[in-house]
């Protein structure tokens, strides 16, 4: 069965650091760009950041950028979101799905396989 599993949500308060884990089962994370997304209540899911397939790029929406790190370990199957200097815009249920592939960059554009979220809240 080919599954995405998230994981490593809590509550934080600003200013302070999460790590988020994306775990495989049924297939090898390596052969798929995969991105993370997140869902606030009562708005869109959206995309935050993804790495791509082939080298490891990496996209990360601009409110991110400098404070959230997508990187991949690929023998433990897993892609990880260190998400530090946490802000309370930064609430939502998070999700990671694997993503189309433009070239050799990744999109922030989902390709069919989700995995279940992890609620991230920080407090001001």
């Known amino acids: 069965q080919v599954q995405l599993v998230a994981s490593g949500g809590g509550t934080a308060q600003a200013g302070g650091s999460l790590r988020l884990s994306c775990t495989a089962s049924g297939f090898s994370l390596d052969d798929y760009a995969i991105g993370w997304f997140r869902q606030a209540p009562g708005k869109t899911r959206d995309g935050v950041s993804c790495?791509?397939?082939?080298?490891?790029?990496?996209t990360y929406i601009n409110s991110v950028k400098g404070r959230f790190t997508i990187s991949r370990d690929n023998p433990k199957n897993t892609v990880y979101l260190q998400m530090n200097n946490l802000k309370p815009e930064d609430t939502a249920k998070y999700y990671c799905?694997?993503?189309?592939?433009?070239?050799?960059?990744?999109?922030?554009?989902?390709?069919?396989?989700w995995g279940r979220g992890t609620q991230v809240t920080v407090s001001s």
């Open positions: 799905a694997d993503v189309i592939s433009l070239g050799s960059l990744c999109s922030l554009n989902p390709s069919g396989v």
């Open positions: 790495i791509s397939r082939t080298d490891n790029s990496t």
